[in-house]
């Protein structure tokens, strides 16, 4: 999940995590309710939090047909510096189930942003419980309404959802003045100028020492290692798939990453770009043929990507050529035939049609707006007269209220965890701060983390990659990561160890129900082959 900021070409600058997933179709297994249970924990916070203070209960599930015991555990770490200096007091909510042969599986999870908290893919997809939507992915009325989840990911893999510096209860620690102490930050928006969390290589360096703190206290460095993220999420998985080998000796045995940002060059455009345009083409035109805006093509929720084959080598021909200044006749024609829009739209924006334009043109005689979350969502258009959506998606407005809503009732009703502090699900100045010329690499002046995975990939041969995408996610269209793929060139060794899921859906395919269960199925193969 992310911000919902835009650019000046109305592409959405919010890339993450955001982001949830998986739901059997119409299977709704007779789990027994997850109690708080008594907590082993001291006494609870009033203020900032206490990296002693844990809160564990014990609970149960219905998992894989039979009903199975689990420890919740809601605590802090703080971390610090090689110089034992403080940068940071980071949340989290572990789940682990017992295994007496200690070889269970660990996944850390992330969200996005940056400047969102785990709580999307916690309470959307992969934790015991999940907040429920609507089939089809819309928000159902509040209040938010939390059911057990029976394709909880728990069921092969112990989690441990992480809350970023400046996200959930996670906060940035710094040396007070006089004695240089660790002094707690008296809100979850440092300066930007003193922020030691808020960037590209501090946010991986930060995470990569969580987890080696997690590992290290709770003694699970034997465990196969995994990591998985949403949006900006999967961009901090692919970094720290590196970083972790390299400085801090954890080697993953596989990455999920979820609608994932991989190279920015690819999403952020302008009227001399290339590949962002052709990214966005066939998730236009699967949106365009599911609100029947379009007929060039007969689109699939069974599949959606043998569907858009045909749109995909479109993309990288006709389009892209006419895109670079090729005089190549009626790529114009075509493209608007694809996008279901107007003829003078696709002119007069000479074929790079911003998402927050797409969004509002696509429906505009009927006053309705498709989300740039999910193209397939309808919302009612608060400014049909304008050209372009400005004020933020209204879904992910929507969305926001009943995970928040969840999120704090689970915490302190489900797993006894008391605090004063408030819980930041998406901090828009997280973002706003974000510096993002210390991940830069090179000279095109986009970070990107494609190098990084390349690179964690070719030294460790054995770890498996899987990406997965929403059709009708706009922020971060699938097509992106097909084209960084290929552009990775790996190793023919290697090459299959990476694979690309699209589901129907959007930036968070798993709040429909069918995406939800290919999602878990295909995880779980995953799994199985990873091990």
Not at 130 to 142: Q, W
Not at 330 to 355: C, F, N
Request: charged letters at 20%; aromatic letters at 10%.
């Amino acid at each position: 999940m992310c911000p919902a900021k835009t650019n000046s070409h109305g592409v959405c600058l919010a890339v993450t995590v955001l982001v949830c997933s998986l739901l059997l179709t119409g299977v709704v297994a007779a789990a027994q309710a997850a109690k708080p249970g008594k907590a082993d924990s001291k006494p609870t916070p009033t203020g900032a939090l206490d990296a002693a203070y844990q809160s564990v209960t014990q609970h149960q599930l219905r998992l894989n047909g039979k009903v199975s015991a689990y420890t919740a555990t809601a605590g802090s770490l703080n971390i610090t510096d090689d110089n034992g200096k403080p940068i940071g007091n980071i949340f989290y909510i572990s789940y682990t189930l017992k295994d007496e042969t200690g070889a269970r599986p660990l996944t850390f999870v992330f969200n996005g942003g940056p400047g969102a908290a785990s709580a999307y893919l916690h309470l959307g997809a992969l934790g015991p419980q999940r907040v429920e939507f609507a089939d089809n992915g819309s928000v159902l009325p509040m209040p938010a309404r939390l059911s057990d989840n029976a394709q909880s990911w728990l069921a092969f893999t112990d989690l441990v959802f992480v809350d970023p510096i400046g996200t959930g209860y996670s906060r940035e620690l710094k040396a007070a003045a006089s004695d240089e102490k660790p002094k707690q930050a008296d809100d979850a928006s440092p300066a930007a100028q003193d922020s030691h969390a808020w960037g590209v290589a501090e946010d991986t360096d930060a995470l990569a020492r969580f987890i080696r703190s997690y590992l290290t206290r709770e003694q699970r460095w034997l465990s196969p290692v995994y990591l998985a993220g949403e949006s900006y999420g999967g961009f901090r998985v692919a970094r720290l798939s590196r970083l972790l080998q390299a400085d801090f000796g954890v080697a993953p045995s596989g990455l999920v990453l979820i609608s994932p940002a991989l190279d920015f060059s690819l999403l952020w455009g302008d009227e001399r770009s290339l590949w962002p345009w052709v990214a966005l083409l066939p998730s236009y035109a699967a949106a365009a043929s599911v609100h029947r805006r379009s007929e060039a093509v007969k689109y699939s929720a069974e599949d959606p990507r043998d569907v858009l084959g045909e749109i995909e080598a479109v993309a990288l021909s006709d389009y892209l050529t006419g895109l670079a200044g090729n005089k190549t006749k009626g790529w114009l024609a075509q493209a608007g035939k694809l996008t279901g829009l107007s003829s003078d739209t696709v002119e007069r924006w000479r074929g790079r049609i911003p998402p927050a334009r797409f969004a509002k043109a696509l429906l505009a005689e009927q006053r309705r707006l498709v989300s740039l979350y999910d193209a397939s969502i309808t919302l009612i258009d608060p400014e049909p007269a304008a050209q372009l959506l400005t004020h933020g998606d209204p879904y992910l407005e929507q969305l926001n209220a009943p995970v928040a809503a969840a999120m704090n009732h689970y915490v302190r009703d489900r797993l006894a965890f008391k605090t004063d502090l408030p819980y930041q699900l998406l901090n828009d100045e997280v973002f706003e701060s974000w510096n993002w010329r210390s991940g830069l690499q090179g000279q095109q002046g986009f970070v990107e983390a494609i190098a990084d995975l390349k690179q964690a990939m070719s030294i460790n041969s054995r770890m498996r990659v899987m990406i997965v995408h929403g059709v009708f996610d706009l922020v971060t269209p699938y097509f992106a990561s097909e084209i960084a793929i290929e552009q990775m060139a790996l190793d023919p060794a290697i090459k299959e160890n990476i694979a690309l899921k699209v589901y129907h859906g959007g930036h968070m395919p798993y709040l429909h129900q069918r995406s939800r269960e290919a999602l878990y199925k295909d995880a779980v193969r995953f799994y199985r082959q990873a091990d």
